[in-house]
């Protein structure tokens, strides 16, 4: 007897899907990646050496107390050009692997779950599958539609993806927008192997956290012996 599929079951075979499909992804978007994130660099070390310079001669003359000078660098026509720059090299930086991302999402899951498998291989590692509300199996439109309706999950900031944790249904936006349901064979615990990706996922998080934070203290403090050097 199937059993509605549980939210770390769910959480678990999705990311594994999103590692297959960043690998497949990931030829395509790299050197475009790479140059962003140096023009990043590049224009973030600009941005935060103009500011230190800017802060240190306006506190040096002693005409302004320290939150008039940042008050009034935040209205200087170069730091908000350069706070722009920045913006702009960020929203480069993100878009090229977003894109293709979404576009090999989108191939992959309509397939996958239109396929007689009703699952990609994520949800087949974890015994998962996704079928209509009245357990027939899905067209490629109906999987199209449920893939294009995770929008909505997303653009809830997750909201949509939390509501496969409340049972009895354990439906998310999208499963409920598109009447299709993610079930299992059996309600049994995560898998161990399972638990350990999960694990893995967790620290290379905080791993990738702090290695950012240093890189950006790193510049932080190149900015600061060129402002001050």
């Known amino acids: ?62 005409a302004m107390l320290p939150a008039q000078a940042l008050l009034a660098l935040a209205d200087d026509s170069t730091i908000r050009h350069g706070i722009a720059t920045v913006q702009s090299d960020l929203l480069h930086l993100a878009w090229p692997p977003l894109l293709a991302f979404a576009l090999l999402g989108a191939v992959y899951h309509v397939v996958c779950e239109s396929s007689r498998h009703r699952a990609s291989p994520g949800k087949r590692a974890l015994d998962l599958r996704v079928e209509r509300q009245d357990g027939a199996a899905l067209s490629p439109a109906r999987a199209a539609a449920r893939h294009a309706a995770a929008a ?46 999960l694990a893995a996922q967790a620290l290379a998080v905080l791993a990738g956290t702090l290695a950012l934070a240093a890189h950006w203290a790193g510049l932080m403090q190149t900015a600061l012996e060129q402002a001050l050097g």
């Open 1 to 62: 007897m199937t059993a509605p599929a549980r939210f770390w079951h769910r959480y678990a075979a999705w990311s594994l899907d999103a590692a297959l499909i960043a690998l497949v992804a990931t030829p395509f978007v790299a050197g475009r990646v790479h140059a962003a994130a140096q023009a990043v660099d590049r224009d973030l070390l600009a941005l935060l050496t103009g500011f230190y310079r800017q802060l240190d001669a306006a506190l040096g003359d002693g």
């Open 152 to 197: 909505l999950s997303w653009l809830s900031l997750n909201i949509g993806h939390a509501m496969a944790a409340a049972p009895p249904r354990r439906q998310a936006l999208h499963d409920r927008l598109s009447r299709t349901r993610v079930v299992m064979d059996a309600d049994r615990p995560l898998p161990t192997w399972a638990r350990g990706w």
